[in-house]
T-cell receptor, first 111, second 113 residues
Framework: KQEVTQIPAALSVPEGENLVLNCSFT??????LQWFRQDPGKGLTSLLL?????REQTSGRLNASLDKSSGRSTLYIAASQPGDSATYLC??????????FGAGTRLTVKP | DAGITQSPRHKVTETGTPVTLRCHQT?????MYWYRQDPGHGLRLIHY???????DKGEVSDGYSVSRSKTEDFLLTLESATSSQTSVYFC????????????FGSGTRLTVV
């Protein structure tokens, strides 16, 4: 069974720190991997999409990496800001109708 | 997201009543999905559609039905709402090409009393 695991479940850091969120998945035969951000009471906002053939994607202060062979992805956030506080979800797509989500990492960035 | 809208945004209904949630897209994507999000369970797939009148069950489909009569609309129906169906419901769309991710709607918060 395909599963997605995110560690840690929660993370609190002071403003300005660089941080890494982790995502692991079973079965390396993926289509793609997507990182989302979710603010309390809101929907999911797509941050980065990494194709199966790619190793990383970057957008501003965010960098996501993918290592299919080890079943891992990391989301690196540089110079964190209080506005980065949210829940970050990792989602892995194995087929057109099979995307599984991790439980998320709740990030708090303290001023 | 401007390309996908859900209605209503909030709804309170009584146990035993039918409820229909609507998802509308303007992206002409083939795939549409309904998820529910609950504390401790994360996001779980209810039903999905891979074309007009083509639908299939997800992992938590009991008590739900769906219909897709047009490319742009995907309806989720709770035939007889129960308190266990109190949740936040999200619709998502995607193309079937590998370089497409999922785009989510803003969600519908449903409370069954």
């Amino acid at each position: 069974k395909q599963e997605v695991t995110q560690i840690p479940a929660a993370l609190s850091v002071p403003e300005g720190e660089n941080l890494v969120l982790n995502c692991s998945f079973t079965d390396s035969a993926i289509y793609n991997l997507q990182w989302f951000r979710q603010d309390p009471g809101k929907g999911l906002t797509s941050l980065l999409l990494i194709q199966s053939s790619q190793r990383e994607q970057t957008s501003g202060r965010l960098n996501a990496s993918l290592d299919k062979s080890s079943g891992r992805s990391t989301l690196y956030i540089a110079a964190s800001q209080p506005g980065d506080s949210a829940t970050y979800l990792c989602a892995v797509r194995w087929g057109n109708n099979d995307m599984r989500f991790g439980a998320g990492t709740r990030l708090t960035v303290k001023p | 997201d401007a390309g996908i809208t859900q209605s209503p945004r909030h709804k309170v209904t009584e146990t035993g009543t039918p409820v229909t949630l609507r998802c509308h897209q303007t992206e002409n994507h083939r795939y549409m999905y309904w998820y529910r999000q609950d504390p401790g369970h994360g996001l779980r797939l209810i039903h999905y559609s891979y074309g007009v009148k083509d639908t299939d069950k997800g992992e938590v489909s009991d008590g739900y039905s769906v219909s897709r009569s047009k490319t742009e609309d995907f309806l989720l129906t709770l035939e007889s709402a129960t308190s266990s169906q109190t949740s936040v419901y999200f619709c998502a769309i995607s193309d079937d090409r590998a370089n497409y991710g999922y785009t989510f709607g803003s969600g519908t918060r449903l409370t069954v009393v």
